[in-house]
């Protein structure tokens, strides 16, 4: 099976997005071997197209990076499709956005990189290897949490 990477973002405040973090995002999840789906990038089309196609995006990947500093609810509901089908999550919180909903922040599935700089951002990004990503039962604090070779990502 294809590995596949779902990029969400809120598209609501798309003319406020940073593409070239977009861009980077793309060629991260490539070199790690999946291929991306960035409704991000996509050309505006009717609500129910956007639906479908996400939603058959979300039914395809492994794995969701998820840009959480404009409130969304299209990310949100996102986020509740990886939760209710234990898919991985990665949000991204430039930290002057601090808080995050806690509803997200909460989520077992999910891993939060806060974020000062972009340069930031990518460095932590470099150091996770999607493809040893998983959520499963921690040994130390009991949790079903996202682990990377056997490290819990909440303790």
Known sequence: ????????????????????L????????????????????MDDAPSKVIFDRDLNWLK????????????????GMELMYAYEHEIPVICLLDEKNVPLSRMVEGGP???????????????????IDLSKLEIKKCETCTEKTVQQEDICKKC
């Open 60 to 75: 395809q990947s492994s794995i969701i990076i998820a840009d959480v500093n404009e409130p969304s609810h299209g990310v």
């Open 1 to 20: 099976m294809r590995k596949n990477a779902y990029i969400a973002c809120s598209m609501i405040k798309a003319q406020q997005l940073d593409f070239s």
């Open 109 to 127: 599935h999910t891993l939060i990189l806060k974020y000062k700089t972009k340069e930031e951002l990518i460095e932590k990004i470099e150091k």
């Open 22 to 41: 977009l861009d980077y995002l793309v060629k991260y999840v490539q070199t790690q071997g999946y291929h991306p789906f960035v409704p991000g990038k």
